[in-house]
């Protein structure tokens, strides 16, 4: 599991497909906003497809560099699993 304190605001992220941003490999699903309750990764809504923001859980993170996080989720998969609301286990 990847360590929390890797996790940047600002950082992109990627999900498995094609597709690049950037030079990065995979499809880009969002930007952080923020680690919250160390358990979740808030998406900006800025950057978001329907201009909310949006959670996933920590362990859906495969990799992290200083451009990016990478999920171990295929695109579609991540976007159809993002939870909508603040995580009540927060």
């Known amino acids: 599991m990847v360590d929390a304190s890797q996790i940047k605001e600002h950082l992109m992220v990627h999900a498995k497909g094609m597709g690049s941003m950037e030079g990065s490999p995979g499809v880009h699903i969002g930007t952080v906003d923020r680690v919250e309750g160390g358990k979740y990764i808030r998406l900006t809504q800025n950057d978001s497809h329907d201009g ?3 959670w996933f859980p920590l362990d ?31």
Not at 62 to 76: D, F, M, T
Not at 83 to 89: E, G, H, M, N, S
């Open 60 to 90: 859906w993170v495969e990799s992290v560099n200083n451009e990016a996080i990478y999920l171990n989720k295929r695109a579609e998969e991540a976007m159809s699993q993002l939870i909508d609301q603040p995580p009540a286990d927060m």
């Open 52 to 54: 909310r923001c949006h």
